[in-house]
């Protein structure tokens, strides 16, 4: 733990998810900045122009950490690379894509260094609050393929249940639901 202190960049993540579509309807849809609201998840976005962004994390716990990130590389249909400045939460990726094996769409990748405020605490309490950047990476691309190639985000909130029982309770404070109508 105290040697992440001495590296630049201490959590570095890896994810990638196979789309069932087009690389270049993928990459059209990713490159446009408006629709990252739409598939990130825990993350919003504005766009302060000149590919500028602000990312905005923990809005929904209450919790505000901004960080102003800049688009530095995108070549149409491959890549597109961002770093942010220095400032708590640094971070820079690229997320790359590539036709998938045996056509069956596009491979998307996103490769991710990040260093934590607080090193290797920090990156434990997101953790286990499921806000770790590879659990919050893994979800946005599974959102990215479902609003692809589905057209939506299958849901179960506002479903009606029943009783849940005791197993049923510890699984909803468990999953962060909210609580039960009854």
Request: glycine share 10%; net charge positive; with cysteine.
């Amino acid at each position: 733990g105290v040697r992440d202190f001495q590296r630049p960049y201490q959590g570095r993540v890896r994810v990638s998810c196979t789309i069932g579509k087009d690389r270049k309807e993928v990459y059209d849809f990713v490159s446009n900045s408006q629709n990252w609201a739409r598939f990130m998840h825990a993350i919003q976005v504005e766009n302060r122009g000149d590919s500028r962004l602000a990312i905005l994390l923990g809005k929904p716990a209450g919790i505000d950490f901004e960080s102003n990130v800049e688009i530095t590389d995108q070549r149409s249909g491959e890549h597109i690379a961002w770093a942010s400045a220095e400032q708590m939460l640094e971070h820079r990726g690229v997320v790359h894509f590539k036709p998938a094996p045996g056509s069956r769409g596009t491979e998307v990748s996103v490769a991710l260094e990040y260093k934590a405020p607080a090193g290797p605490i920090a990156r434990g309490l997101a953790a286990l609050v499921g806000w770790s950047p590879e659990q919050v990476l893994r979800e946005s691309l599974r959102h990215l393929k479902q609003l692809m190639e589905a057209g939506e985000i299958p849901t179960t909130a506002g479903q009606p249940s029943g009783a849940r029982g005791i197993r049923g309770k510890a699984k909803r404070i468990m999953f962060r639901e909210g609580p039960t109508e009854q």
